[in-house]
């Protein structure tokens, strides 16, 4: 009988056997931890999840600006984020941005989440946008006006909601782009309608990361 001391107590000859015993258990257990930690942090990595949960436009029309075509707009949007990995957090380095675009003219942008804003393992973040102007000039020219009369006479409008943004992962050097697109097909409620337009949530697609460690 020999004490290997605490609750760690073993049938063997002598004590270097023992300390032998316990030097293979303690090396296993580093060795173990060491693989934890490589697969939670060096493991594949979940790129970013988001969607469009919810969006309104209430106002979407043309109005004459001195020199230029403008839109007058109220829209919201509910913007939600998620980080699919299982322990590893992401934090932003460059401020998350939409820009909204109508026929491929972009007329608003808006700072979503602020460099420096973390989004921790397994979490979704809902971000509520809202904006409005009574008149953005917007670069739409000829075509963009005729497009415009053609989606006003559906009351349906697509818009393009475009997410950008940089973001690293704990204990990761590389710094990820965010590239999402988010098409969106907005109803004008009829004037004077009272029932409320139904949106269908939106996977926006997201650009592929050329970076292996993205
Ligand atoms: C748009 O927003 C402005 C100011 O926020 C508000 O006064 C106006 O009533 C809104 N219009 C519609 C159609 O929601
Ligand atoms: C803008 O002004 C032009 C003429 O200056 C007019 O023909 C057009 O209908 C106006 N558009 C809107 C949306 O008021
Ligand atoms: C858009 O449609 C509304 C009616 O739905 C109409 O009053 C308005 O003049 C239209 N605007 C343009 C620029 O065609």
Not at 187 to 208: H, M, N, S, W, Y
Request: glycine share 8%; aromatic share 8%; charged share 20%.
């Amino acid at each position: 009988m020999c004490g290997c001391g605490g609750r760690v107590c073993c049938d063997c000859e002598d004590f270097t056997d023992c300390l032998i015993l316990l030097g293979v258990v303690a090396a296993l257990v580093v060795v173990a931890g060491v693989v934890i930690v490589a697969v939670i942090f060096g493991g594949p990595l979940r790129h970013v999840r988001i969607t469009v949960e919810d969006a309104s436009l209430t106002r979407f029309a043309l109005v004459n600006a001195t020199t230029t075509t403008a839109l007058a707009y109220n829209l919201t949007v509910a913007l939600a984020v998620r980080n699919p990995n299982w322990a590893i957090a992401i934090k932003h380095n460059k401020p998350l941005e939409a820009a909204y675009s109508f026929d491929g003219q972009q007329f608003e942008r808006v700072q979503v989440a602020d460099a420096g804003d973390k989004l921790g393992a397994r979490k979704t973040v809902v971000y509520h946008l809202a904006s409005g102007s009574e008149g953005r000039p917007v670069g739409l020219g000829n075509a963009g006006e005729a497009e415009f009369r053609k989606e006003n006479a559906t009351g349906v409008f697509e818009l393009e909601l475009a997410v950008t943004g940089k973001f690293k992962y704990t204990l990761r050097k590389t710094k990820c782009k965010i590239e999402a697109t988010c098409p969106l097909k907005l109803q004008l409620p009829a004037p004077g309608a009272t029932a409320v337009v139904v949106f269908q949530k939106v996977d926006c697609e997201l650009a592929k990361s050329d970076d292996k460690y993205c």
